[in-house]
């Protein structure tokens, strides 16, 4: 199973309300879908704002991909050269902009 690995500039989306958080600059981890296992998605991303930690969130990535995902605090969540520090999880397939 290859791993892909990317990173750029997105946005991080409230589910619930739909609007954008902040603009993130991330490293993301993918494997693609066997026969035998879905997908996966998972990955690191920066903001100079601190975002609750629970909820759902969607991250678009700069190639218009969105997903849903789980964030939590990386172990150096407290604050670094003026950025907070998080890890991501996706919750189901990345899909182009029209994903909702």
Not at 49 to 69: P, Q
Request: aromatic letters at 12%; one cysteine or more.
């Amino acid at each position: 199973m290859a791993v892909r690995y990317s990173n750029g500039i997105g946005v991080i989306i409230d589910k619930e309300l739909e609007k954008p958080i902040a603009d993130i600059r991330y490293q993301m981890m993918e494997t693609g879908k066997t026969k035998y296992t879905m997908g996966k998605w998972w990955g690191e991303f920066s903001v100079k704002r601190e975002i609750k930690r629970a909820g759902n969130y969607i991250l678009e990535f700069e190639d218009g991909r969105k997903g849903e995902c789980i964030i939590s605090a990386n172990s150096e969540a407290a604050r670094s050269t003026s950025r907070y520090h998080y890890s991501f999880f996706g919750r189901g397939p990345l899909g182009r902009r029209g994903y909702k």
